[in-house]
């Protein structure tokens, strides 16, 4: 199948765009729903699970969840919440790979959790033409065929302001935002796949938002992708 992976600066509205490129193609789109698909295979609340996503990721706190919350993770794979997250995504071409996955062992730690991460996107990237928004996706598929892996990026202060008005924020801690979800991105990266994510060996093309409108930008994308996908 074909995929686009987004890697995005915080607050560059590449989420938008990503998004606009999926619906023009056709493609499913995955961003968010990921951390809801995860809450519902492993019988875990959301909130909880989210603690572990790129923006909110934190050393100490992976490394910490070895030793505690054992049961985090319990109870995995039911065959009603595989039912549920199907229901979510699949289409009449999608298959239904979570079912080959009912029996494995509980995920108890973050270590686990990463790994799920990978199952997922792995599966989603070989069942259906799709756009994957981060999750360390580009390192993830970064060997895979048929792939195109994409980083957005735009000026620190274009970022700040876009939040400003986005959130209603003061510009101190608006930055600040920005500051702190870009280091726990980096991290998060770091930490699970040794990779630099500004590093642009990872990604075919890099792209400033502010140079286009979110429009002209995807249109740009989608001629690219078209040229170098096979779908």
């Known amino acids: 199948m074909a995929v686009i992976t987004v890697s995005r600066q915080f607050g560059c509205g590449g989420e938008y765009v990503a998004e606009k490129i999926a619906e023009k193609l056709g493609f499913k789109f995955f961003h968010k729903e990921l951390i809801k698909y995860i809450a519902i295979l492993t019988d875990t609340d959301e909130e909880k ?26 109870n995995v794979f039911k065959d009603e919440k595989i039912d549920k997250v199907n229901d979510m995504i699949k289409n009449d071409e999608t298959l239904s790979f979570f079912d080959t996955y009912a029996d494995q062992e509980p995920v108890f730690d973050s270590k686990k959790f990463s790994s799920m991460v990978e199952l997922i996107i792995k599966n989603l990237a070989s069942d259906t033409n799709c756009v994957i928004m981060g999750r360390g996706s580009q390192c993830i598929l970064e060997d895979e065929p048929n792939c195109l892996h994409l980083r957005l990026t735009a000026p620190f202060e274009s970022r700040v ?7 209603g924020l003061e510009e101190a801690v608006a930055s600040e935002q920005i500051k702190a979800i870009e280091k726990h991105k980096k991290s998060y990266i770091r930490h699970y796949y040794k990779k630099d994510i500004d590093d642009i060996s990872l990604y075919h093309a890099v792209f400033n938002l502010s140079k286009s409108s979110n429009e002209q930008l995807a249109d740009m994308i989608i001629a690219s992708a078209k040229s170098f996908l096979k779908f």
């Open 49 to 74: 699970v989210n603690k572990f996503d790129e923006e909110h990721h934190s050393n100490f706190r992976s490394f910490m969840s070895s030793y505690f919350d054992a049961d985090l993770f319990s």
């Open 161 to 167: 302001n876009w939040l400003m008005d986005k959130e």
